[in-house]
């Protein structure tokens, strides 16, 4: 990846890591201490990796969404265990941190203060750094292939709370970033970055995207078998089911589409991938290209916003 970014523009970072992010830790049964040593090691082999930024998440437990006080504790030793692990191996690394479970709606500024005061007084009492991310919730929620979040039925209402949220975090120095933001529009992007959103967290999106074009290509290539072999194992990961609506009327290849991008890494989708490419290239097509040209274009969606609201900060003064 690091020979893809000649540059350095790129920041390589763990999304949602901490206790019980994972399905496998609580189908078995893990105690918090085990599923605490779990996300410690996953975590200190992102370092290893070369990971920049890792994201503190310790808003779920084993049967739900963790209490609160709860939630700090394991975030702060988290933290200072990975603080020490990095220093270790020679390495600084950036922290985002979040205690709450997704929702439709926005936190309520006044709760939020609170919550966020708490933990970055543990942090300071503790001697490590400041995050450099704070997740709050935006009115942004990803069901299946559309945003349902508040933003779209109460945007006004949910500006003012991401605003009030936003000044919450600046006050602190640290900058406020809204997850599931997959499916906005344009214009949404624009006005939850003109409330104050710092950084947006987009991927099923993208993983869709690429699987659509992949599925177009197909198509265009007539190879029918290739695609029921894929579908097939896309629909076959089960990887779609975190992603529906509980009154879904989705059909199998709608769920197929929504999990493609789960299958990628395997041998079966490799194979597959593979007899695409031999007959993309006896045809004049790069598959790859092809592919990159699709997510890119969904990528512009959100960068197009974030590049004029950085444009419209005044630039710092210097004093004579």
């Known amino acids: 990846m690091r020979r893809n970014d000649p540059a350095g523009r790129l920041l390589l970072c763990r999304d949602h890591g901490g206790p019980y992010q994972s399905a496998g830790e609580r189908e078995k049964r893990l105690t918090p201490d085990e599923a605490m040593a779990s996300a410690l090691e996953s975590y200190q082999e992102d370092i290893r990796n070369g990971f920049d930024l890792l994201h503190i998440d310790t808003s779920m437990d084993l049967d739900g969404v963790a209490d609160d006080k709860v939630a700090i504790d394991r975030a702060v030793e988290l933290y200072g265990r990975c603080v020490d692990f990095s220093r270790a191996q020679g390495r600084e690394v950036l922290f985002e941190i979040g205690f709450e479970d997704q929702g439709r709606d926005t936190n309520d500024p006044f709760e939020f203060q609170e919550l966020l ?26 069901v299946e292939t559309r945003n349902t979040g508040g933003i779209g039925v109460a945007p006004s209402a949910v500006g003012v709370a991401v605003r009030a949220l936003a000044d919450v975090a600046e006050r602190h120095g640290i900058a406020l970033k809204a ?65 529906m609506d509980k009154d879904t009327t989705a059909s199998d290849y709608e769920r197929a589409i929504i999990a493609g991008h789960y299958v990628y890494n395997t041998e079966r989708f490799r194979d597959i991938k593979a007899a695409v490419q031999h007959e993309a290239e006896a045809r004049g097509v790069d598959v790859d290209a092809r592919l990159r040209t699709a997510i890119e274009a969904s ?12 444009a419209r900060v005044p630039a710092a003064s210097t004093a004579p």
């Open 179 to 243: 997850h599931n933001c997959d499916y906005l529009s344009e214009s949404t992007v624009d006005y939850l970055s003109s409330r104050g959103v710092h950084a947006l967290n987009v991927a099923p999106e993208f993983g869709v995207v690429e699987t659509r074009a992949f599925v177009a290509l197909l198509k265009e290539l007539g190879m029918g078998i290739q695609l029921e072999r894929f579908l097939a194992l896309a629909h076959g990961s089960g990887a779609w089911r975190k992603w």
């Open 299 to 310: 990528i512009e969606n959100y960068a197009r916003p974030l590049r004029r609201a950085e």
């Open 117 to 142: 005061g708490t933990a970055l007084n543990h942090l300071r009492r503790a001697d490590l750094p400041l995050p450099t991310f704070v997740v709050a919730q935006t009115g942004t929620k990803v």
